[in-house]
């Protein structure tokens, strides 16, 4: 039917919410990553950030699995005429590989702590047990990823922002595509 087929004018509510709470989630958590590892921070300060960093990267995780399910199930709005081609495909490049690196991310540093035999309190409270096997060899190799691929992040997070503040700008319609996180 012509009615069914027709592109929504936005993204399904929820994969709006979700946007917009994993962004400024990601958004915290990479400075905290930096900034926990730090020299001459207090203990505490250290033992918090570190709280803060494994279990927000931990429900990272999970809305971004969600936000996955939910997008594949649910139909995206079609970029305007205006948008040429090659960015056309740029950008479902770059939101693919975001959505990738996230969960590089998560699981590597998941690995990481599991691995060395650290705990990740969310999970340890609802009594999950560690899904790898500790290892110093394998949690060298997950902190490796981990430290390696928040660059190839940052960048893209960087790309996809300057290019969502040009389509808010240019008030083309492409923001509007993703805003508001409720509602309408
Ligand atoms: C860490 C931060 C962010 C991440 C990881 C991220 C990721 C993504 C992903 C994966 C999509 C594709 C939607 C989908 O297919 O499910 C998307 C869409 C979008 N994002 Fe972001 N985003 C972030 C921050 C931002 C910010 C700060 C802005 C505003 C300047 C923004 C503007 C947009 C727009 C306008 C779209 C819709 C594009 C379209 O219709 O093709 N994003 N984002
Ligand atoms: C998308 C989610 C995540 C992002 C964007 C992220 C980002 C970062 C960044 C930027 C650093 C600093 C790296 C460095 O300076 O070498 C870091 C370090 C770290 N992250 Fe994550 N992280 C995420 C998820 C997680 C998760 C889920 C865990 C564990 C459950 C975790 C555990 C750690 C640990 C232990 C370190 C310190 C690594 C070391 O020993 O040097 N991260 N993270």
Do not use: C
């Not at 309190?121 to 999950?128: H, K, P, R, T, V």
């Not at 096997?133 to 990823?145: C, D, F, G, I, T």
């Amino acid at each position: 039917m012509a009615v069914l087929s027709t592109p929504p004018q936005q993204y399904a509510a929820l994969t709006r919410f979700l946007h917009w709470v994993v962004a400024l989630m990601v958004i915290a958590t990479i400075p905290i990553g930096v900034i926990m590892l730090q020299e001459g921070l207090s203990r505490s300060t250290q033992d918090l950030l570190f709280i803060l960093h494994k279990n927000g990267g931990v429900i990272i995780f999970l809305l971004v699995v969600l936000r996955l399910v939910w997008r594949a199930a649910t139909p995206a709005p079609a970029l305007p005429a205006s948008v040429p081609e090659w960015q056309a495909r740029v950008a479902k490049l770059v939101q693919g590989a975001l959505y990738g690196l996230l969960l590089v991310m998560a699981i590597s540093g998941y690995i990481r702590v599991r691995a060395g035999g650290f705990p990740v309190e969310m999970l340890d409270a609802i009594g999950m047990p560690s899904l790898v096997p500790p290892s110093e060899a394998l949690a060298e190799r997950a902190q490796a990823v981990h430290a390696t691929a928040r660059f190839p992040l940052a960048a893209l997070i960087l790309l996809h922002v300057a290019a969502g503040l040009k389509h808010l700008v240019a008030r083309d319609g492409v923001f509007g595509h993703i805003w508001p996180p409720l509602g309408r």
